[in-house]
């Protein structure tokens, strides 16, 4: 899959599911969930211990499967070779920048302020992260594109159904969701994501 064409999915399915598992068998089973309940883009989290285990589990999935939580390059590397279509960092990194871009793989970094956006601008990052986004609310948007038009961004962290739209409409050209679908599998485990996961494919219908 060409950088384009992932940028094309990623933004037209609007949610990214962060997902974290305890191991890569419950990190497999929470995105065939959410995967059954209508998400089409995938984030799996470097927490999750052996985490390549999931990437083999899902290399079949019609869906866009990325990395999170990428804190070095080693890291990078591991996840693109083991079919990362994006790689997602807690904070902005310049040398798993120069590898994504290596590779032609689109690099989302989280950044807070207006001087960590214009460096991932810098370094070729087509998305930008604002995380936690749980510190703003969705005008943050407007007012970061004042001095930068073209920036992309992607909330994660505090975004759940009460507030998704809103940052959609403020601009954002996807969100990344992730505590709802834990606690779901916590309470009613998989049929508990699909329902999640659902909820929020509907919440998208109501823009």
Not at 119 to 148: N, W
Request: charged share 20%; proline share 5%.
């Amino acid at each position: 899959m060409q950088k384009l064409e992932v940028l094309k999915a990623l933004t037209g399915a609007k949610v990214v599911a962060v997902i974290r598992g305890n191991h890569a068998e419950e990190a497999t089973l929470l995105s065939q969930a959410a995967i059954a309940g209508g998400i089409r883009a995938i984030e799996l989290t470097y927490t999750t211990p052996f985490v390549e285990d999931t990437f083999k589990g899902l290399r079949n999935a019609d869906v866009l499967i990325g990395a999170g939580t990428v804190l070095d390059v080693e890291t990078a590397r591991h996840a693109i070779l083991n079919g990362a279509k994006f790689i997602v960092s807690p904070s902005f990194h310049p040398e798993i920048a120069r590898v994504c871009n290596r590779y032609s793989v689109p690099y989302f970094p989280g950044c807070m302020t207006i001087k960590e956006m214009v460096a991932a601008l810098e370094y070729g990052s087509d998305i930008i992260k604002l995380f936690p986004a749980s510190q703003f609310q969705p005008g943050f948007i407007k007012a970061v594109k004042g001095p930068l038009p073209n920036v992309s961004i992607m909330p994660t962290g505090g975004v759940g159904l009460s507030n998704m739209n809103d940052w959609l409409q403020a601009g954002a050209v996807a969100v990344g969701i992730g505590s709802d679908l834990n606690k779901a599998y916590t309470e009613n485990g998989y049929a508990g994501v699909v329902e999640k996961a659902k909820s929020y494919i509907h919440k998208l219908s109501e823009q």
